[in-house]
């Protein structure tokens, strides 16, 4: 078993958590958006505590007539932001989370590794880059996992310039204007910098997503 998959797991929990409770509070089971995953993926590479997102998503929640206008977990950023100036000396322990095989992790590479293969077919121009990255995938030594997900983060930065390389124009075009459509809702709600990080990463996820490429990272194992 592959002791150092409990960061994996921690962070998969720390998903799952947050989702499940903007979910009970607004009393009804809400598909979270691309917005909301890249918030929550901030909150994490920001070390914010479990613990602190959903007390600032209750937060959220408790101002009067608050449940009729959530429909985003963008509604919270500002109340999280109060709960981690308020404990910012805080910390909380992680859960104890079971083991991922070896196998399990993989299996799962290899399913990212057949996703990008998938683009050569799409790119036959690109195919040697394509294939060189899936190969890359499934070559990936994962004894140690921190320095597996630099390298699969470093092979996702290849990976988008190449698809935004190999894209049509329209793509692109296509992929802000969604960005910006998803957006505009809370530009009043966040600073410049918040904004200007959040269009960067929803463009780059959308753009995946459009040719159906998950990211590349083992905190999606689960």
Known sequence: MLTSCHDVLNYFNYFTE????????????????????VLIENWKEQGVPLEFVLKGIDRAFDKPNAKRR?????????????????????????PSLPEVSSTEVAGYLEKLASSVSLLVSKFPEFASKFSGIAESIRALDVSNMREAEQTLSALEEKLIALIKVASDESVLLDAKREVDADLNPFRSTMTAEQLAMLEQQMWRRKLMERFDVPRLSLFYLI
């Open 18 to 37: 947050i989702e499940n409770h903007f979910q009970t509070r607004r009393e009804v089971f809400t598909l979270l958006t691309t917005l909301d995953w």
């Open 70 to 94: 959530i429909n985003s977990l963008a509604y919270c950023v500002k109340p999280i932001e109060q709960v981690c100036q308020e404990q910012k000396d805080l910390r909380v322990e992680k």
